[in-house]
């Protein structure tokens, strides 16, 4: 029955990290998927969310269904976080807001929507991309492409490119876009140049995909939003998609949302309701457990100053990584311009690396990079950082491997 299914090749991403896990070696270093380890180099179990599981467990309650859009909670809650509690899009009702699976099922509900509205749209995505995004959207049937984004001279954005790419865009073409700490690059635009993209955006009736799930990794919870803030100021309709996968330290938990921000109240109520139709073809709807966590300590002044710190501790650490990092090869490979650790910002790292460099890494050092040489920074702590930057800096002087 299955003769002719393929051998699947593996995930980009997950694959190098499986690799990492069977290495037998005992000093190894994983800078592969984007997860926030603390300095001690464990995943951490954030205090605020240990108390609120427990408060919620003790209630004992039913589980019944939730509804296909979610925990009304979590989602009110979500939109605060999102678009700022006092966004006059929230007070009018414009903004429809699901709780999904992670921020991946977030981009693929939005995906299987879309395609519904705009069965004949195609999407734009960053070069280089997310390596996950082009496979998402193409399977909910929607032909992917790409923009310009990375300049490797600078290390930084190819603005002119990008906005090139994407005036030349037909009307209702859609555009998946990084409000903060891009991926792969840790390459981020600046505010000034997100308000010439959103007039680009209006002026030519594209729709934006905003894919947020790193909110308070790159400046903090607010600013990292300052795009999609500026959108609803300028009177987009566009889709945002966030995760607190890596803010909240709960990958497994898969909590993440969908919001569309439309013209009207009722627009948004039309727009829920076939995203609840997607939904309902999909999953049914989602799990209550992490939602019900979250949505209780962001509702609570206390514990939302408390995730508050805990996430400026996180973006700390890995600023800290970042600039040491940068201090220590400019002293031992004094030749080597690795000021794109300092340039960049989030989780990323986007290296330059080419794959001879990081097989020797793999290879003669048991560091782990993923192919495109994107590092995940918070592999990095105080303990393994003199071994990473020495192997980083034999590979980079090593002639035969340019
Ligand atoms: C990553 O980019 O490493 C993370 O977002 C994890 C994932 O799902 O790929």
């Given at each position: 029955m299955f003769q002719h299914i393929k051998a699947f090749g593996g995930d980009p991403i997950f694959r190098i990290g499986a690799a990492y896990q069977a290495d037998p070696r005992d000093v190894k270093v994983n800078l592969t998927v984007g997860l926030y380890y603390d300095e001690q180099g464990r995943l951490p179990v954030l205090d605020v969310a240990r108390r609120a599981e427990q408060a919620w467990a003790e209630k004992n309650l039913p589980r019944g269904y939730l509804p296909m859009e979610g925990l009304a909670t979590y989602r009110e809650q979500v939109q605060k976080l999102i678009f700022g509690a006092d966004n006059s899009a929230l007070a009018q009702g414009r903004i429809a807001t699901i709780q999904t699976l992670g921020g991946t099922g977030a981009l693929k509900v939005g995906g299987d929507f879309l395609h519904l509205a705009y069965p004949n749209s195609e999407m734009w995505i960053s070069d280089p991309a997310w390596d996950n995004h082009h496979s998402i959207f193409q399977g909910a049937g929607i032909p992917t492409h790409s923009y310009r984004y990375y300049d490797a001279r600078t290390q930084g954005v190819d603005f002119a490119g990008l906005m090139a790419d994407i005036r030349a865009l037909p009307?209702?073409?859609?555009?998946?876009?990084?409000?903060?700490?891009?991926?792969?690059?840790?390459?981020?635009l600046t505010d000034e140049q997100w308000l010439e993209i959103i007039d680009v955006l209006r002026d030519q009736r594209l729709i934006a995909f905003m894919d947020m799930a790193y909110q308070g990794f790159g400046r903090s919870l607010d600013e990292d939003a300052f795009a999609i803030r500026a959108m609803v100021e300028a009177g987009l309709t566009f889709f945002v998609a966030s995760s607190f996968s890596k803010n909240f330290s709960y990958y497994a938990e898969r909590c993440g949302s969908l919001s569309v921000v439309c013209q009207s109240a009722d627009e948004a109520q039309r727009v829920l309701g076939q995203l609840q139709a997607v939904v309902r073809r999909i999953y049914s709807n989602p799990p209550s457990h992490g939602g019900q966590a979250i949505a209780s300590v962001l509702a609570d002044p206390e514990l939302f100053a408390e995730w508050q710190a805990e996430v400026e501790c996180m973006r700390d650490r890995i600023a800290t990584m970042r600039r040491l990092a940068h201090e220590r090869l400019q002293e031992i490979a004094p030749n080597y311009d690795s000021s794109y650790f300092v340039k960049q910002r989030g989780m990323f790292c986007y290296t330059g690396l080419n794959l001879a460099q990081l097989e020797a890494l793999r290879r003669d050092h048991a560091v782990?990079?993923?192919?495109?040489?994107?590092?995940?920074?918070?592999?990095?702590?105080?303990?393994?950082?003199?071994y990473f930057v020495q192997a980083l800096a034999q590979v980079v002087t090593d002639d035969s491997l340019a």
């Open positions: 009307e209702h073409s859609i555009v998946l876009l990084h409000p903060c700490c891009h991926n792969p690059t840790g390459a981020d782990y990079i993923i192919d495109s040489g994107r590092i995940s920074m918070p592999g990095l702590n105080q303990d393994n950082l003199e």
